[in-house]
T-cell receptor, first 115, second 111 residues
Framework: DSGVTQTPKHLITATGQRVTLRCSPR?????VYWYQQSLDQGLQFLIQYYNGEERAKGNILERFSAQQFPDLHSELNLSSLELGDSALYFC??????????????FGPGTRLLVL | DAKTTQPPSMDCAEGRAANLPCNHS???????VYWYRQIHSQGPQYIIH???NNETNEMASLIITEDRKSSTLILPHATLRDTAVYYCIVGSGGSNYKLTFGKGTLLTVNP
């Protein structure tokens, strides 16, 4: 158990719909990262938040957005869903260390199926 | 970030050491080598990382060559539960470091 929780575990929805994925980081971790894993693209970084502020962006579609709340949990919002958005979505959290060595701890993921 | 090259698959007998190689010839001086693994659609799991010295923890050992262009992850006594995809990732540390995953190596531990 990494200490990172994600809900829901599974999500089935239809094209055109909107869903929200939730992530609770490990206690004390300020950084939250979102990754998408699909069969054809592998594991891809989407976006990072650090203490409530967006810090880095990866291959995140404009239909997707995220935020990190004051209690440090994060939500990933996916809208106008397409069949190709079906994937595993992982959240990871980490704590910055002065030595610069950072370890990311991943949650169990949310499996999204768009029909 | 520097790119890495790993063999797509490897086999190992249970109880034997598993040695997983990784080439990262374009690594720069301030970049670390990280190893993660993913067991069948579970969240990736951190294993170990290092800068230039060899590292060991309760899970594995990391051997980095002197020129830092390659490294080897060693699982000293592989078990069936070590069957997973192993990712070698190179990048700088810091408070905003994203992990760039390649295809990794599928390690299959056989009984």
């Amino acid at each position: 158990d990494s200490g990172v929780t994600q809900t829901p575990k599974h999500l089935i929805t239809a094209t055109g719909q909107r869903v929200t994925l939730r992530c609770s980081p490990r206690s004390g971790d300020l950084s939250v990262y979102w990754y998408q894993q699909s069969l054809d693209q592998g594991l891809q970084f989407l976006i990072q938040y650090y203490n409530g502020e967006e810090r880095a962006k990866g291959n995140i579609l404009e239909r997707f957005s995220a935020q990190q709340f004051p209690d440090l949990h994060s939500e990933l919002n996916l809208s106008s869903l397409e069949l190709g958005d079906s994937a595993l979505y992982f959240c990871a959290s980490s704590t910055y260390r002065a030595s610069g060595r950072e370890t990311q701890y991943f949650g169990p993921g949310t499996r999204l199926l768009v029909l | 970030d520097a790119k890495t090259t790993q063999p797509p698959s490897m086999d190992c007998a249970e109880g034997r050491a598993a040695n997983l190689p990784c080439n990262h010839s374009t690594i720069s001086g301030n970049e670390y080598v990280y190893w993660y693994r993913q067991i069948h659609s579970q969240g990736p799991q951190y294993i170990i990382h290092g800068l230039k010295n060899n590292e060991t923890n309760e899970m594995a050992s990391l051997i980095i060559t002197e020129d830092r262009k390659s490294s080897t992850l060693i699982l000293p006594h592989a078990t069936l539960r070590d069957t997973a995809v192993y990712y070698c990732i190179v990048g700088s540390g810091g408070s905003n470091y994203k992990l760039t995953f390649g295809k990794g190596t599928l390690l299959t531990v056989n009984p």
